[in-house]
Nanobody
Framework: VQLQASGGGLVQPGGSLRLSCAASGPIFRINAMGWYRQAPGKQRELVAEIISGGLTNYADSVRGRFTISRDNAKNTVYLQMNSLRPEDTAVYSC??????????????WGKGTQVTVSS
């Protein structure tokens, strides 16, 4: 399974960016899709995830500013990031938890995309 992420870049504080991540390959069922981030010198942290059925989970630091959504037909997850702050600067990586046609639970990561919030 491959994940193709896009949408990172440089934005001024208060600005917005939208990340997208499309999963392709032999997936029987997607169980969850999410975004993680890692800033320099810090551990990777969950930003937001959306679980099968539409349940969402956000880090406290982004709740109310970021919105995660998913297009099931396209196996694509989006992260709309508004009111960006310098502390949101990090490499953002997409993750998918899925079940294969053989019934195995798997986990895949996409290549990270840099988000820089700076004036």
């Amino acid at each position: 399974v491959q994940l193709q992420a896009s949408g990172g870049g440089l934005v001024q504080p208060g600005g917005s960016l939208r990340l997208s991540c499309a999963a392709s390959g032999p997936i029987f069922r997607i169980n969850a899709m999410g975004w993680y981030r890692q800033a320099p010198g810090k551990q990777r942290e969950l930003v937001a995830e959306i679980i099968s059925g539409g349940l969402t989970n956000y880090a406290d630091s982004v709740r109310g500013r970021f919105t995660i959504s998913r297009d099931n037909a396209k196996n694509t997850v989006y992260l709309q990031m508004n009111s960006l702050r310098p502390e949101d600067t990090a490499v953002y990586s997409c993750n998918v938890r899925y079940t294969t046609y053989l019934g195995n639970a798997m986990n895949s990561w996409g290549k990270g995309t840099q988000v820089t919030v700076s004036s």
